[in-house]
């Protein structure tokens, strides 16, 4: 066995070890820190297939932004784990054959592109190297799906945006619009007034006591 060989089983059995703690793992934060774990092992795997580009990028975007976020919403929301817990026994056989039926579906679309050879490099490839490569292949063999994909995309995101938006009665906002509207006049009015001076006051003479001299 090569060295790559070994080094792929290794970061593929630490893979599937860290996925299978991320749903097994009786604490969210535990859950979240393994599935940081599952993450630098797959982009270890990309990087032994040489596809550096797409290894950094799963490094960068899921570890460094979207795994950040789980961690903060996690610890500020306290979710309660025992609550999602329960029924986790019950629903397991049901779980595992969907999981199996998943795995043989990938496995007879993946298997085909195994037994398939990949055509060698020719010299002008290897010299572009494999982040050029992937985008001359996004932007023109699959410009259309990515575009397709790129809209899905901006659906979820807006449809995401609608179903949370919640007009709350004790809620204080203010309307751009009308703050851009809005003119001096509306905000301030001068009022001239006559300058009123008002007499002073004569001191009062302090009265006399009964019974005193005159």
Known sequence: MDPISALFYLFAAVLLVAAFRVITARSTVHAALFLVLSFFSASCIWMLLRA?????????VYVGAVMVLFLFVVMMLDINADDFR??????????GLVGALIALEMALV???GFQLEAPAPVARELE????KLLGIEIYTHYLYPLQLAAVLLLVAI?????LTLRGRKDGKHMDA????RAKKADRVRLIKMPPVVEAPSLPVAPESKEGGAT
């Open 52 to 60: 550096e580009f797409l290894a950094i990028t799963l490094v960068l």
């Open 158 to 162: 807006v449809a995401a945006i609608a």
């Open 128 to 131: 572009m190297g494999n982040t």
């Open 177 to 180: 619009s009308q703050q851009v």
């Open 86 to 95: 329960q029924g986790f026994w019950r629903h397991l056989p049901l779980a």
């Open 110 to 112: 993946l298997m085909r």
